[in-house]
C-alpha cells in the first residue's frame, strides 16, 4: 500500500497545492514512485501545473490526478509508492478521511491569527473529533513576510499548542511563483536563496515522515 501524506487547510490562501507540489518533487526525486491526489475538482491547479511540466519535460514525472472523494484515491493508489493528498481549499468531510489515512498530515498557515486560529482549529478538530494522532499533524509556516518579529510570534503562538511545527518558513516570493507557472515546484526555483528556503521546510517534513514510519 502507498504511502499517504496529506496537506490540508481550513481555509484557502494557506499555499496547500505549492507545498504538496514540492514535497512530491523530493520524494519523486528520491526514487519514490509518486502521485498527487488533486482534491479540487472545480480548480484543478495541480494538474493544471502538472500539464506544464510533462510540457517542459521537467524530470522527475510526477503523476496528478483529480479525485472527488479521498477513498476513490486510496483505493487507486496501489501503482504507487508515495501519494500526496493535495486538499481542497475548505476543510470538510473528506479532509477528515485523508487525515485518518495519512501517515502524515500538514497543514500550512500564514502568520496573521485569521490564519493561524483557523490552522490550529482544523488540528484539534482532526485529533478530538477524528481520532487523529497528535504525532501525525504539524504546522507549516507558509507564504510569509520578511519580518523576522511576525515569523517569531507566529511560531511562539504555535508551540504553545501540542503540535509541532516544521523547521524554516517559506516566503511568498515571485521566485516561487514563477517557478511553478513553468511547471516546476518550490524546490525546484533556480534562485539558491528562495529554493534553499524552501527546501528547509521540506526536509523537514520528509524527516518528519521517516520518524512516523520508521
Given at each position: 500500500?502507498?504511502?499517504?501524506?496529506?496537506?490540508?487547510?481550513?481555509?484557502?490562501?494557506?499555499?496547500?497545492?505549492?507545498?504538496?507540489?514540492?514535497?512530491?518533487?523530493?520524494?519523486?526525486?528520491?526514487?519514490?514512485?509518486?502521485?498527487?491526489?488533486?482534491?479540487?475538482?472545480?480548480q484543478g491547479t495541480a494538474t493544471?501545473?502538472?500539464?506544464?511540466?510533462?510540457?517542459?519535460?521537467?524530470?522527475?514525472?510526477?503523476?496528478?490526478r483529480q479525485f472527488g472523494n479521498?477513498?476513490?484515491?486510496?483505493?487507486?493508489?496501489?501503482?504507487?509508492?508515495?501519494?500526496?493528498?493535495?486538499?481542497?481549499?475548505?476543510?470538510?468531510?473528506?479532509?477528515?478521511?485523508?487525515?485518518?489515512?495519512?501517515?502524515?498530515?500538514?497543514?500550512?498557515?500564514?502568520?496573521?491569527?485569521?490564519?493561524?486560529?483557523?490552522?490550529?482549529?482544523?488540528?484539534?478538530?482532526?485529533?478530538?473529533?477524528?481520532?487523529?494522532?497528535?504525532?501525525?499533524?504539524?504546522?507549516?509556516?507558509?507564504?510569509?513576510?520578511?519580518?523576522?518579529?511576525?515569523?517569531?510570534?507566529?511560531?511562539?503562538?504555535?508551540?504553545?499548542?501540542?503540535?509541532?511545527?516544521l523547521d524554516g518558513e517559506i516566503?511568498?516570493?515571485?521566485?516561487?511563483?514563477?517557478?511553478?507557472?513553468?511547471?516546476?515546484?518550490?524546490?525546484?526555483?533556480?534562485?539558491?536563496?528562495?529554493?534553499?528556503?524552501?527546501?528547509?521546510?521540506?526536509?523537514?517534513?520528509?524527516?518528519?515522515?521517516?520518524?512516523?514510519?520508521?
Amino acid at each position: 500500500m502507498a504511502a499517504i501524506v496529506a496537506v490540508v487547510s481550513q481555509k484557502g490562501g494557506a499555499g496547500k497545492t505549492s507545498l504538496a507540489r514540492a514535497i512530491a518533487t523530493a520524494f519523486a526525486a528520491a526514487g519514490w514512485q509518486t502521485e498527487i491526489a488533486d482534491m479540487d475538482i472545480d480548480q484543478g491547479t495541480a494538474t493544471a501545473w502538472q500539464q506544464r511540466r510533462l510540457r517542459a519535460g521537467t524530470e522527475p514525472t510526477i503523476t496528478v490526478r483529480q479525485f472527488g472523494n479521498p477513498e476513490q484515491a486510496i483505493s487507486k493508489a496501489g501503482s504507487c509508492d508515495m501519494l500526496i493528498f493535495d486538499g481542497a481549499p475548505k476543510a470538510s468531510k473528506a479532509t477528515a478521511v485523508m487525515a485518518k489515512a495519512a501517515d502524515l498530515v500538514i497543514i500550512p498557515t500564514g502568520l496573521a491569527l485569521d490564519d493561524l486560529e483557523p490552522a490550529v482549529a482544523l488540528a484539534n478538530a482532526l485529533v478530538d473529533r477524528d481520532g487523529v494522532p497528535v504525532a501525525r499533524i504539524v504546522f507549516a509556516l507558509n507564504q510569509t513576510g520578511t519580518s523576522a518579529l511576525e515569523i517569531e510570534e507566529a511560531r511562539s503562538y504555535l508551540n504553545k499548542t501540542r503540535f509541532d511545527v516544521l523547521d524554516g518558513e517559506i516566503p511568498k516570493k515571485p521566485a516561487f511563483s514563477r517557478a511553478q507557472d513553468a511547471g516546476l515546484s518550490l524546490i525546484e526555483t533556480p534562485f539558491k536563496g528562495p529554493r534553499e528556503q524552501a527546501a528547509q521546510v521540506i526536509r523537514a517534513a520528509v524527516a518528519r515522515f521517516e520518524s512516523l514510519t520508521a
